[in-house]
């Protein structure tokens, strides 16, 4: 939890929007300020001290000095987002954080962040004559936060548990025998609590999110390699081909050879 102190503005360091129209995946490193994330499209696969987050639109993510943080897989091509980096003010004598913002929330009205991360990145350019614009306007982004995500520290951070259940999900997604009931029984939870809590926390469901990590698998082995249909179906743990087919059209909006034929052109444009 990232504590809100106001008499003074925060100091922004420095800010950027990040956009790789390639693979891409984050650099092993430890900083010595904070620095706040926030997704715009894609997913950010982040390992902070051994803890994994997926950073998706609308997501933040605070990563604190001294952690060691890294991508722990690929992002796929297309992945952006907001990036700030930024030093606490000293409290004054006697001052008492006027909040508390999560390490890693959902926001609930992301445009608004988006607004203001934006009007953010101006200030930070130079884009105000006053030399500390970007300081009031990180400061006025933190606020926006702690607004919107009041109350939510205990379901946004992540307990061991719950990231042990995410890895565990994330490695197996891609077994043929993977579902809600194996995760609960593993995981040593009831299956119906698992499903609400799961749902309650990141807004979907588990069978959902298991249908989205395979999803992911297979644009990603359709658009990177030439293997047949069958081939990427088996590799994300559906033996029918034919099933498979119309399980990505319905998920994705286009079959599989639609989408590997998309994502070759754009390839060749870019080219």
Known sequence: MLPLYLERPHKLVSGGQFLSDEAWTHVERVIA?????????????????GVIYEVQAGDILILQPGERHRGYRLSLPGVSFYWFHFYLPEPVDGEVSEGYIPRYAACPHPSRVHILARQLLHAAN?????ARAGDYFLTCLLVELEEQLEGSGKESTFDPQLS????????????????????????????????RMFKRRFGLGLLSYIHKLKLEAAKEILSCTSQPVKQVADAVGIKDDKQFIKWFKKLAGVTPTEYRRAFNRTRLNKD
Do not use: C, Q
Request: charged share 30%; hydrophobic share 45%; proline share 0%.
């Open 33 to 49: 300020d904070y620095e706040l994330i926030i997704g715009i499209a894609g997913v950010v696969f982040m390992e902070v001290d």
């Open 126 to 130: 130079g884009g105000y004559r006053m």
């Open 164 to 195: 042990h259940l995410l890895e565990w999900t994330r490695i197996h997604a891609l077994d043929e025998d993977i579902s809600v009931e194996r995760i609960a029984r593993v995981m040593g939870y009831n299956k119906e609590y698992l499903s």
